[in-house]
């Protein structure tokens, strides 16, 4: 049995590039058998960012609805909230005494706000809270607890990873192997980039994204929006550089991508038509999706038991994590 795990943060909505990137992915793995999968919501990396109270209690809710509708809600999938799982934290502090500093001080997300600062002349840990700083701790401790053996992040966060082979390393050590198995290979995600609207990579930062959940008609409004060249209906294009193509790809049925790519090379199809049958397939694609979105988040209580059982599985598992730690620790 492989034991996945893996997080994601509460941020705003999702969009067409987390859920053909990540979300998508995850849920085939987890799909497959001989697999337990963790996922959770990690709402306490997201309190470095300080969102307001209301605003995080909020966003950690929609992102469990979502990650549960978009169909990581069967019996061997455990979701949670990383701040519902106290071991975690726990677990966290024990950690800190076998990572050394020098291993954070190289952290990606730490070493390139101690750059900006020291660009602008500005003391080198000028807006550097301890949350950011042994963000990898949490991090390592997210993946420890549960054992996990297997890591799927995106490339961005492939250094956390590794970070957590360091403190499994330390600790065994310190105390003895076999307490904390050394997390394996981490699965990239397949989906791959998707491109958004202007195209370059669809991602929030660039507020070129279209939502998951929007209303269809608001997504067929962002459609418009994307970016093509202004080769005329009847002129050959080429499908493969094609932002409206690779949203195809993604989210459309194979032979609706397949004919749309045909007459690309042959010139018998406008730019404004690709649009309207992309909107169509994404309608068909997402309303599912976008349906039990809606109801779970209307009905809260079947929102809380999916995340009671998911709690009090992952809440079984980092607590057994604890104890050993602790006995080999001599607490
Ligand atoms: N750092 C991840 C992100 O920002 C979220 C995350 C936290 C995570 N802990 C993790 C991912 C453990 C994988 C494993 O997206």
Not at 161 to 173: D, G, H, L, N, S
Not at 192 to 201: A, I, P, T
Not at 314 to 321: S, V, Y
Request: charged share 25%.
């Amino acid at each position: 049995m492989t034991t996945t795990l893996t997080g994601i943060q509460p941020t705003g909505e999702l969009h067409l590039g987390n859920y053909a990137g990540a979300i998508r992915p995850l849920v085939r793995l987890a799909a497959r058998p001989g697999r337990d999968t963790y996922v959770f919501v990690a709402d306490l990396h997201a309190l470095n960012g300080r969102p307001e109270p209301g605003v995080l209690r909020d966003r950690t809710r929609r992102m469990v609805a979502a990650l549960l509708a978009c169909g990581l809600d069967h019996d061997r999938v455990h979701v949670y909230r990383q701040s519902r799982v106290p071991a975690v934290a726990q677990i966290t502090a024990l950690l800190a005494n076998v990572t050394s500093k020098g291993t954070l001080n190289r952290a990606h997300a730490y070493k390139a706000l101690v750059a900006a600062n020291a660009a602008a002349g500005r003391d080198p840990d000028h807006g550097v809270n301890m949350g950011l700083f042994s963000y990898p701790v949490l991090m390592a401790a997210d993946i420890l607890a549960m054992r996990a053996g297997e890591v799927p992040v995106g490339a961005d966060q492939a250094q956390h990873r590794e970070i957590a082979v360091e403190p499994a390393r330390a600790f065994a050590r310190a105390y003895g192997p076999g307490v904390l198995p050394e997390p394996q290979a981490i699965v990239p995600p397949a989906g791959g980039v998707l491109r958004g609207l202007d195209g370059r990579k669809m991602s929030k930062s660039y507020d070129n994204t279209i939502p998951l959940f929007a209303a269809p008609e608001r997504q067929a409004a962002l459609v418009r929006r994307v970016v093509t060249d202004s080769r005329r209906p009847e002129e050959p294009k080429d499908p493969d550089t094609c932002t409206l193509v690779a949203l195809l790809d993604a989210f459309g049925d194979p032979a609706a991508a397949r004919e749309v790519r045909d007459r690309y090379r042959t010139g018998g199809i406008g730019y404004g038509d690709v649009k309207a049958l992309l909107a169509g397939q994404l309608h068909a694609t997402l309303a599912p999706m976008r349906d039990r979105h809606e109801a779970l988040l209307a009905d809260p209580a079947r929102l809380d038991a999916a995340l009671e059982a998911g709690e009090r599985r992952a809440g079984e598992r980092a607590g057994e994590t604890l104890r050993r730690m602790a006995c080999a620790m001599g607490l």
